[in-house]
């Protein structure tokens, strides 16, 4: 790309939603690019895990058998009591998945389900080393500044560009997020140790103590060679200026000590943990201005307790791209409304439940949120 460029449609963001926006555009027949920070590619991250409602988006652009064969099929999502393992809720997945939702739920590292998101994305089309530090709304067009140097004028601009999105900024002025009050803990295990100690992990299990203190814990490889656990912890304050920082076996130990046998084999097994403060922001009533949209954790942020905030993102790019077909992008100003419209309700009522931290953990049907379709559900109407 040239010093100075034009392109049809901008996507900030390459992360899990912007990659996703831009295959589904490219797929719907628009022009579009992707310009991202990060200097490459790199397979950051840890477990994740994509429901039934996502599955049925990837598998629109080539990608559901792909990563069905790398991630985890759990048969059911387990929650425990974190003292004495009895079980509080059993929640079918699996083949009751594919049989009630249309598709199966799979756990999977984050850095192999974005590789493959990458993967099917052309070349030219991806532009790293791309960090937007400005923009400037005119008439007819978007003039994108990057920290590069490099100048790009844009007919539409989506914002995946995440929970400190630059073009939320310009759309409703700086503002910080705020400190939700938790922390989580996040680890790979080694596999040896857990295998040696004789006991059963579960592929997809969470548990649960006082104060809604939780392991989230699951295989994240087909062939069950990579385990990963994510914790919930809610502390005073944050007081670091890194996005992260390095945790231990002792502060597990000093949080979960005394627990479940399987829960001490996982600390014992842990090798290298780090600590991540999770951050909130309110639910937004300003999803797009002119030719500016937002999507994923730009426009709704939220706990991980839910297991579903990329997803969301994800969701988030298929009713985009179908407004836009639906209505052409000389429409966009209606489109972006009908894409509000469509998905406000939705996405606000995940907010809430994941930060409200109650997801499966007493028996529930969550056929609202697994059985949803982005690619075939009336635009619109407000949907949860």
């Not at 392109?7 to 555009?25: F, H, N, P, Q, T």
């Not at 083949?95 to 598709?103: P, V």
């Not at 192999?112 to 937007?132: C, K, N, S, T, Y």
């Not at 390095?246 to 600390?267: N, W």
Request: hydrophobic share 40%; charged share 25%.
């Amino acid at each position: 790309m040239s010093q100075i460029d034009t392109v049809d449609i901008a996507v900030i963001g390459a992360g899990m939603g912007g990659a996703a926006a831009v295959a589904l555009l490219l797929e719907a027949g628009f022009s579009v690019h992707v310009f991202e920070q990060a200097p490459a590619f790199s397979r950051i991250g840890a477990g994740i895990h994509i429901g039934p409602n996502v599955m049925k988006i990837f598998r629109t652009i080539g990608l559901e058998d792909r990563l069905s064969g790398i991630g985890s099929h759990p048969d059911y999502w387990f929650s425990r009591d974190g003292n004495t393992g009895d079980y509080l809720s059993r929640i079918p997945l699996g083949d009751y998945a594919k049989k009630e939702y249309g598709a199966p739920y799979i756990t999977i590292h984050r850095g192999d389900l974005h590789a493959e998101q990458m993967d099917i994305l052309p070349a030219d089309r991806v532009h790293f080393d791309h960090g937007l530090s400005d923009l400037q709304e005119r008439a007819d067009d978007v003039l994108l500044s990057f920290a590069n140097g490099k100048q790009v004028s844009a007919r539409l601009v989506i914002g995946a560009d995440g929970i400190n999105s630059v073009i939320r900024e310009k759309l409703l002025g700086p503002e910080k997020p705020k400190f939700s009050g938790w922390v989580g803990h996040r680890a790979m295990v080694n596999m040896d140790k857990l295998r040696a100690s004789g006991l059963d992990f579960e592929a997809c299990v969470k548990w649960w103590w006082e104060l809604s203190r939780h392991i989230m814990a699951y295989d994240t490889k087909s062939d069950k060679s990579e385990y990963y656990y994510v914790t919930g912890v809610p502390v005073d304050g944050w007081e670091h200026d890194e996005p992260f920082v390095d945790s231990s076996k002792e502060e597990m130990e000093a949080i979960f000590g005394g627990s479940h046998p399987v829960i001490q084999t996982l600390i014992d097994a842990t090798e290298t943990v780090t600590k991540w403060p999770f951050w909130n922001r309110d639910p937004l009533n300003l999803w797009s201005r002119g030719r500016l949209v937002l999507l994923g954790d730009a426009c709704h942020p939220m706990r991980p307790h839910m297991a579903q905030g990329a997803c969301m993102a994800i969701e988030d790019a298929a009713v985009l791209t179908r407004c836009l077909k639906e209505l052409g992008t000389e429409n966009y100003a209606d489109a972006f409304s009908l894409y509000e419209a469509t998905r406000r309700d939705r996405a606000t009522k995940v907010q809430t439940i994941s930060n409200a931290n109650t997801w499966l953990k007493e028996p529930e049907d969550p056929a609202w949120v697994y059985g949803y379709d982005p690619i075939r559900a009336e635009l619109g109407s407000a949907q949860v």
